[in-house]
């Protein structure tokens, strides 16, 4: 008790100091612990969960080629769509690798506007470019969930209806945007004709199955010189439904006019491991002139994470900043508050009987008074608000506080603060035994 009572009279007397180091210990736990689970999640991102992830992999024309596809010249661009016959080579070289993959594909062909349906116009003016460009809507055929996720056009989400049926021959479902669908005034149920690129008395008929919306503002191919280069204008369904209607089936014979489907092939991998390998295999096999390999999948989860990563690259040197600079600040404060301005303090006491351990030990109390619980509650308020700081910082990405991070930070902390106790300790352990005679001229002068 009385080594409690004085301790806690010398940390009183020292106010200053003693708030300052209660401040900085609270400031130096919560953002030790909130800046930790900022950093792990970003590893854990860019590590394991990337290397968990189940890449795909597409053939997509590059930029330069790009320029060359003229949405009016069916020649200029149907002639570079590459066909099944350009990607079974690396069909066979990843068998040959023992490389375990699966397939989808998308078709995509451009239809004709009708009576019954009304594409959002170009800047062309649609009616009298239809011959030119095929059609002032693109039909984009899924083979099956993993063909959708690779949709250059961005990912949607159905504000009404169902999502398409991928197996049933039978199927007539499509899937049109909010905005076409405002314009026709068309519901799911409804039935509506589009025509054949090609052939103007050809027509097929679909069924609304759903009314999608784009999850993101903007895309590519969001608004465009001719009706067909709208993404709103884009018409979703089953290739089991469109190959049954015959409108994206590729010829034996392929022409070089918009009855020719522009095919996709996404291969599908189980890890990304396995996607590095095919990328090496197909650079090795060499890619078709003008096409590069892109992954829309790891494309989009490096975006997704990429606000976690620029918060973590800031927040490395605001822990370090915090942890090193933050025990460099409480050392210094327990040296002022303890190895200065207390010589006759320690002194009358070693005189008046008490011991340099029952001293000591007064020393690490008020150090202990200053440290402990306010490393406590910073621990716990960093760890409570880690999740909604790391939100704030990473665009809504997870950064939960785990037992990886509290055990060792709970471990840490309590070797800083004995750390501290020790040097604090220190004082009057080394207090020399000369300075005694100065303490009791002191004392008798004090008499």
């Not at 494309?299 to 800031?314: C, H, M, V, W």
Request: charged fraction near 20%; hydrophobic fraction near 40%; include cysteine.
């Amino acid at each position: 008790m009385f080594v409690l009572t004085n301790a806690w009279r010398a940390v009183s007397r020292r106010w200053a100091i003693s708030v300052l180091t209660v401040v900085v210990t609270l400031l130096v736990s919560f953002g030790t612990i909130a800046s930790l689970a900022i950093v792990q999640a970003s590893d854990t991102a860019y590590g394991s969960a990337y290397d968990a992830q189940n890449p795909n992999a597409v053939l997509r024309p590059t930029a330069a080629t790009q320029a060359t596809m003229k949405s009016d010249d069916a020649k200029s661009t149907t002639s570079r769509y590459l066909t099944l016959t350009d990607y079974e080579p690396y069909a066979e070289k990843m068998q040959e690798q023992n490389l375990t993959f699966t397939y989808s594909l998308i078709s995509t062909v451009p239809v004709r506007q009708s009576s019954s349906i009304k594409a959002i116009a170009g800047s062309a003016g649609t009616e009298s470019s239809a011959d030119k460009t095929g059609g002032e809507f693109q039909l984009r055929a899924f083979y099956d969930d993993n063909a959708v996720k690779a949709n250059e056009f961005g990912s949607y989400h159905l504000t009404s209806g169902k999502k398409l049926t991928f197996t049933d021959t039978t199927a007539t479902g499509a899937l049109i945007s909010k905005a076409v669908a405002a314009k026709n005034n068309l519901k799911v149920g409804d039935k509506f004709k589009v025509g054949d690129p090609t052939d103007t008395s050809k027509t097929y008929e679909f069924t609304v199955q759903g009314i999608y919306e784009y999850d993101d503002a903007a895309g590519s191919n969001g608004d465009g010189k001719y009706a067909k280069d709208n993404r709103d204008n884009v018409i979703y369904s089953a290739y089991a439904t469109t190959y049954t209607m015959g409108v994206t089936k590729e010829s034996d014979d392929p022409k070089n006019d918009w009855s020719k489907p522009d095919l996709d092939i996404v291969f599908q991998f189980s890890d990304t491991a396995t996607y590095k390998k095919f990328v090496k295999l197909v650079t090795k096999a060499k890619l078709p002139k003008g096409y590069e390999l892109v992954s829309p999948s790891l494309d989009e989860y490096e975006a997704s994470i990429k606000p976690l990563g620029d918060a973590a690259s800031r927040t490395r040197i605001v822990l370090w900043v915090v942890a090193l600079g933050g025990c460099i600040v409480l050392a210094a404060l327990t040296i002022a508050r303890t190895w200065f301005g207390r010589t006759d303090e320690i002194g009358m006491a070693l005189v008046s009987g008490v011991t340099k351990p029952r001293l000591g030990w007064q020393f690490m109390v008020e150090t202990f008074m200053l440290t402990v619980v306010p490393a406590v509650i910073g621990l716990l308020a960093g760890g409570l608000g880690a999740g909604a700081i790391g939100a704030a910082l990473a665009d809504g990405n997870a950064t939960p506080v785990t037992s990886g991070i509290v055990w060792p930070l709970v471990w840490q902390s309590i070797g800083v603060v004995v750390a501290l106790a020790i040097v604090a300790m220190l004082r009057p352990a080394t207090f020399p035994n000369a300075n005694l005679f100065k303490a009791s001229e002191i004392s008798e002068d004090k008499a």
